[in-house]
């Protein structure tokens, strides 16, 4: 194991982000923060960020830049990140992002920024069969022969499709990946940090794929 791990990992929609983050932040024992799990959480309990939010989430748009660098920050800078590290997921996600996260993190650089890379095609598959659960973020995938209600395996919540996995949704994300999220990988290959992983097999390799870079990098 690698104490205190701080990884970024990028990629589209779809591209298994979500999953990996989860198993690596069990493996590395390090926080999974993911901007879009914060989002949902702050909609369930419908804060005046969720609130704000959940219409802006369902169109498939992004947040403003000034609400999401104040999010992250302030969670970055409690115990756990600030002295384990950290596996940031969904954010940044705009070069504005990108760059305050620099300064946010000038002290305690990030170690690798990872591109987990699956074409557009396949990820339009996979989100469509997308199930997740509402209350700890677990993804499955629908077969058309799921159980109903759908109980989660590992904490008992509710399985859901969600609310901006529709096709039109999805593919404002996407679009909006290419437009803004994709710079961000120049943004990273000039500073030396990214490395391109590929997205696409069994999710036990992609892993292996994930674990090896990271280790190769520290
Ligand atoms: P996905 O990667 O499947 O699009 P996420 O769970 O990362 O979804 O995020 C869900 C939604 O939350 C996004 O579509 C966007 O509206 C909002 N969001 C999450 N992270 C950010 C961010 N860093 N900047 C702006 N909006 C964000």
């Known amino acids: 194991m690698i104490p205190g791990a701080r990884l970024i990992i990028l990629g589209r929609q779809g591209a298994g982000k979500g999953t990996q983050c989860v198993r690596l932040s069990r493996h590395y024992v390090v926080p999974h923060i993911s901007t879009g799990d914060m989002l949902r959480a702050a909609v369930r309990e419908r804060t005046e960020l969720g609130l704000m939010a959940k219409e802006i989430m ?75 659960c509402r209350d700890c973020g677990t993804n499955y995938t629908a077969s058309g022969h799921d159980p109903s209600p759908w109980i989660c395996d590992v904490c008992g919540g509710d399985v859901t499709q969600r609310d901006d996995d529709t096709p039109d949704a999805v593919n404002n994300r996407l679009d909006l990946y290419e437009s803004q999220t994709s710079p961000l990988i120049e943004h990273y290959q000039l500073k030396g940090s990214l490395v391109v992983v590929n997205g696409v097999g069994h999710p036990d390799h992609v892993f292996k794929r994930l674990t090896d870079v990271v280790e190769g990098r520290r």
Do not use: C, N
């Open 58 to 132: 369902d169109a498939g748009g992004l947040v403003g830049d000034d609400i999401m660098i104040g999010l992250v920050e302030e969670r970055l800078g409690r115990p756990d990140a600030s002295t384990r590290g950290y596996i940031l997921d969904g954010f940044p996600r705009t070069v504005t992002q990108a760059e305050a996260l620099d300064e946010i993190t000038a002290d305690r650089p990030i170690h690798v920024v990872i591109d987990l890379d699956v074409p557009r095609e396949i990820v339009l598959e996979r989100i469509s069969a997308r199930r997740v």
